[in-house]
């Protein structure tokens, strides 16, 4: 099963996180100055493939979160802070080892910072590995499975692992 143990470190970090925006939004509204708020989500938390179920929920968690969060800084009167939601590919981060396709730190980074000049919220990174195409064909089969009915997570089940193949990127 994707339940396995870690969890609760999974969650832990999410908690972490609504701690800092409620530790440091208020302050940065406060300011009057312009500010942004960055949380690191994942493509997991949209698409939930099966087997590491903790991280996914904390990481859908976080998208959700991160959504709300925009929407109540752009509902304060003056408030010149908003959130942004970062959605990495596979990314090669502390001491793990790297694996082909997986874009370094600083390749996120580079990505990250002209999307949010541009005031993107969704902030979805490919990888060397997964192409724009194929995030964009994988997050709305996922929403598909919603509003046509499929069974749950529908691309990894047998009865449709086919479909989602020879679905249009």
Known sequence: MGWRPGGAFSMSIFFAVIAAVEAFAPVMIASG??????????KQGI??????????VSKSALKTY???LQHDLRNIAGCQVSAHL???GMTTTGARPHRPGAWWPDQVVGYMLPALERGDFYI???DGEVTAEMDRKRILWAAGDIVDNR????RWHPDWKDAFEKAPD
């Open 33 to 42: 100055r312009s500010g942004m708020i960055v949380n690191a989500g994942s």
């Open 151 to 154: 069974p749950a997570l529908s």
């Open 124 to 126: 979805l990174c490919p």
């Open 47 to 56: 698409t939930s493939p099966p087997g590491n179920s903790p991280y996914n």
């Open 66 to 68: 991160t959504e709300l």
């Open 86 to 88: 970062l959605i990495p």
